[in-house]
């Protein structure tokens, strides 16, 4: 049963795409052919999202043009599901006062987002068009650090007192549920708004009518402050499971909340600067790499290219201090890049196990001398396992037990090197305040590289000079 329900929903959302697509082809025919009344038709039953997904997808040209066709209330939603190059893009196209009504209509959290994407001239022109509460709102929120909770929060919340009685607490989430971002968390505040409570919308509808907040609320309130990051801020919303979380000031008032719609964007773009930093690729402003102009993606690029080439550079060097025993044996080098190769490849393992596990926290209750440990132990089973396939070709391919016994012992001392730099970089880094995604595959190949040959060359060097062999 539970198989067949996975083959419906899988179809559904293949079927949901394809129509989505189909209505931006739509859309654009009967744009260009000037049929606004059918264009209209199209839009109004699709979702919000979709209709913004739909708008974006549309030649600069037409995009104002579509925008246009949709209601106020329903522009307004759309606008704020708009990729960020959309919305600045709509604000030039847009008669001032179209632009003006729906930055005085949006949500202060959704405002002060596209605020942050527009250059600052601009942001005081609209904050000195804005009416005076909007405008305070904005400007608190600016007014915090960006990637905190205070700059995520939204001030569209209800807050409720401990001597309201259900009833009444009722009535006010009636008035006022159309003007905030959720009503299923309800808070408590005191006469000088400090959080004392929280109560969930199914409790207060089934509280006896009669019977004080104070007496049905939760007082042991999960609260972050403004300044929390928003990562940890994403980690506590994914630790209680709650749709929202209160944001208190210094003084522990309530100013706020950040809802887990907000946060989703959070985590893509946390993990959109990891996996940009693994790959030594800097981030822009925005995820915005595939609108990017070709010299733009080469800047990005190229700092840590070089960084890199730099650093290849040792290895370079440490072959050079060794070109002797190259000559000897020129065999030697045929097996340079086997042994590097695999290095790498167990430092990257590593390292993307240990920035996992400081992304999620999980690293924590295991500690980082056992983590570094464990992945050292773990490098030289690895080398030991890849010996019995690597040691049996090795003597066959040098004719006899020199070349043989240099990989091999050079493999395991490799591997067991490569994890265990790849566990401890990143825990250093972390331990600096540093991103710990930035000591990667590039950067922990790099550091293998140079290691591996000269343990390497060394070893076929000690060996060719001792009477082991």
């Not at 009833?167 to 006010?172: D, G, K, N, T, Y």
């Not at 940009?276 to 690729?281: E, Q």
Request: aromatic share 6%; no cysteine.
């Amino acid at each position: 049963m539970d198989e067949n329900n996975n083959i419906e929903v899988s179809t559904s959302l293949s079927s949901d795409l394809s129509n989505r697509g189909k209505i931006t082809i739509q859309l654009e025919e009967l744009l260009v052919a000037g049929n606004y009344d059918e264009a209209k038709l199209l839009l109004e039953p699709s979702q919000p999202v979709d209709i913004a997904d739909a708008i974006g997808s549309l030649p600069l040209i037409l995009q104002a043009l579509a925008f246009r066709l949709l209601k106020k209330n329903e522009a307004i939603e759309v606008y704020e599901y708009l990729d960020p190059i959309v919305q600045q893009t709509l604000l030039d196209r847009l008669r001032s006062g179209e632009v003006l009504e729906i930055v005085e209509k949006m949500s202060p959290d959704d405002r002060v987002q596209l605020f942050d994407e527009l250059p600052a001239k601009v942001v005081r022109k609209f904050l000195s068009a804005l009416s005076p509460g909007e405008r305070k709102v904005t400007a608190e929120l600016l007014g915090y650090e960006p990637e905190t909770a205070g700059r995520l929060m939204t001030t569209e919340f209800i807050d409720l007192k401990e001597m309201q009685t259900a009833e009444e607490a009722l009535s006010i989430v009636r008035k006022r549920a159309a003007f905030t971002e959720t009503i299923y968390s309800l808070y408590v505040t005191d006469k000088e708004r400090h959080l004392t409570g929280i109560l969930s919308l199914r409790d207060l509808v089934t509280a006896d009518p009669t019977r004080p907040i104070g007496e049905v609320m939760t007082k042991d309130v999960v609260n972050i402050s403004t300044n929390t990051n928003q990562e940890d801020v994403a980690r506590a919303i994914q630790r209680y499971d709650f749709l929202a979380l209160p944001v208190v000031d210094k003084e522990k008032r309530l100013v706020g909340i950040v809802t887990v719609d907000d946060l989703i964007d959070v985590i893509e773009q946390e993990a959109t600067r990891d996996i940009y930093a693994a790959g030594a690729v800097q981030l822009g402003d925005e995820d915005d790499y595939f609108q990017s102009g070709l010299f733009t993606i080469a800047r990005r690029r190229i700092l840590w290219l070089l960084i890199l080439v730099l650093a290849n550079g040792l290895t370079t060097k440490v072959i050079a201090m060794n070109d002797q025993i190259l000559k000897e044996i020129v065999l030697l080098a045929a097996f340079i890049p086997l042994l590097i190769g695999t290095g790498g490849n167990v430092g990257a393992q590593s390292s993307t196990v240990v920035i996992r596990g400081l992304s999620t926290q999980k690293l924590k209750s295991m500690g980082a001398f056992k983590v570094v440990v464990k992945e050292a132990i773990t490098g030289a089973l690895l080398g030991i396992l890849m010996i019995l396939v690597v040691f049996p070709f090795a003597w066959w391919q040098g004719e006899g037990p020199l070349i043989a016994s240099a990989v091999g012992i050079s493999l395991i001392s490799i591997t067991t090197l490569a994890a265990t730099a790849g566990a401890i970089l990143p825990l250093l880094f972390d331990r600096m305040g540093l991103d710990p995604a930035l000591m990667s595959s590039p950067f922990i190949t790099t550091v293998t590289d140079i290691a591996g040959v000269f343990i390497y060359l060394s070893t076929a060097n000690w060996l060719l000079n001792s009477s082991i062999l």
